[in-house]
Every structure is written in C-alpha cells, then in structure tokens.
C-alpha cells in the first residue's frame, strides 16, 4: 500500500540523505550557476578582451606579412593553419579555463563532492509521458514557468529603458571613428549587461532558496520510512531486544576470578563443559550453579579451579546435565541431587567436613 505524500512530514535522516546523494539527487540551483558561469564570463571578457582583440590583430597582421613575403605552398599549409590554431587557443584558453573552474567551484558549493554513476542508469521514468507531465504540472514546473516569465517581465524594461536613454548617443555614432564606435557599443553593451545581471541574481537567490526547500520537502519521510530505516541499520527490534537482553545477561553473570573463591567443586566435561557448584545450607537449600561455561570458558574456569585449588570433577553426564537445565545463581532440580551430593560428600570426607 503506497503511502500518501502528506504522511511525510519528518525532516530526512543522515541515512536518507546519504542514500539520495549516492544515487545523485544532489540540491543544485541551476540558475545559480547559470548567472554564475555568465557573469564570470562577462568579466574575462571586459578584463581580457583588449588584450584577446590585440593578440588576434597581431595574428592577422603576422600571418598576411609572411604570406606577402613568402611564397605559400600547398604543404605549407598545415604549418599555417597549426600556427594559427595555436595562437586562438592561448587567446581563447583563459576564457574556457575560469568557465570551467566556475563550473566545478559552483558545484562544488551547492552539494559538494559527489561522484556517482547512478544518473546515468536508464530508468523508465525519465522517458515515460506521464511522468513527464506530473513533472510539468508539479510545484516545481510551476515555479519554473512563473520564473521564466518574470525573467521576461524584468528584464525586458530594463533593456528597453536602458537602449532607450542612449537613442541620442546611439544616433551619433555614424559620425564617429570606427574604435571609438566599438569603445563606446562596448561600454554601454557591459553596463547593460551588468544591470540584467543584478536583476538575475536577485532571480537566481530566490530560486536557490525554492530549490533548498523543494529538496529537503522531497526527501521528508513517513513514520514507516524512518522505521523502516532503522530497522536496516539497526537490525530487527526483535532480535536487537534479544542482543539487549544477552548484553544484560552476561553483564549479571559473576566474574569467574570471584565465583571460584565460593565454589566447593567444579563438574568438567573435560574438556568443552565445566559448571561451579557451591552448597550452603545458610544460602540455599540444596547446591546451585555460581558459574559455568563452555569451551574458552569452561577452560578458562578449569584454570582458575587449578589456581586456587577448588577440586574438579569429570563428570560427563552430569556436567551436561547442569549446563543445559540449570542457570547460573539457581537451585539444581531434584533429579540431580543423588550424583551431586555423592561428589559433595566424596570433596567433604576428604576435607573431612561434612555436608550438614
């Protein structure tokens, strides 16, 4: 059963996030970085672009002085054409350089570093027709629209308003030289380009902001989401119940180096089973486990029986018996009072103690 959107109403988790940046749903504005790239561009033009017009007048003025000199032959050409190629991309290379950096610095700012090849994995809804449409009808298609149209409302006075206080300075022009034509078409093209410029930052903000809110409203999910997640990374709440309550259990067993300090007897397997028992009738009626364990522990039990001197018995039935049916800090059950009391009474006459 799908979920209605409504039901989702929590802020996403670090694991949501990290799951859509992996399968490249990054926030990402691109007007933002549209602006961005052209007001870069805009500015290596009106920085570099005497200098760019210098370069290339040279070019032109070195390349028809050397065909004027110089006879050019058929397999002269290629030598010309690689100058004249060399020379272009050392005028052109800083403009594609800072457009290229700007792209990646952008990027790099809205949703940091991200490489993933999923976008590139053909999905069926980026070619169905109705997803198409939801996405043209949807909030953000309408925002989309309203801003392509208030770009138009915007920034068609400004250009309007701008060319039109100029009409006169304009009209002058076929009186001039042609550099000062260029100087001054020049001038005026980078103010008005300037002043588009801050109307579509002032665009580009807001739509930097509708982006950030549209991508965190997307990634909200429901209460089954989140605890569908956690039982992902958590595991099932049963068995992490289960682990709590192991945790809790070994957390209560007594330390085996203070348990053998009370043991009477420890009953060994030999090798895989050893169970503490300890007898006193102030204490209980009848013997009960202290401590047991099998293989590293029922070893390192068996160590500390030795260390301290507690006498053990091999008993293979018996030290089965007790690891299986009786916990520790419990009664040992009826069935198995007759072997634990001989082995009690054999340990008590040679201590030349008796059990009452």
Partial sequence: MSEDKSDKVFDPTPGRIRKAREEGNLFKSQDVTSIALLLVGITMISVFMPRA???LKSMTARTFLVSAQTEVTVMEIPAILQDIGLQTGMI???FIASIFITSIAIQLAQSGWNV???PLEPKPDKISPIKGLQRIFSAKGAFNTAKA????????PVAYYEISGRMESILMLPSLEMTEIVGLAGQWMMVLVYKILIVLVVLAIIDAAFEKWKYHEDLKMSKQEIKDESRESDGDPHVK???????MEMKRRPRLDHAILKADVVITNPTHFAVMLRYDPEEAMAPFVLAKGIRQRALRIKSLAFEFDVPMVEDRPLARALYHTVEEMTEIPADLYPAVATILAEIYREKGLSLN
């Fill in 53 to 55: 017009f210098e370069a």
């Fill in 92 to 94: 052109i290379a800083p």
């Fill in 241 to 247: 119940s289960r682990r709590k309550q192991l945790a």
């Fill in 149 to 156: 149209v208030l770009k138009i409302v915007i920034v068609g």
């Fill in 116 to 118: 993933t090849m999923k």
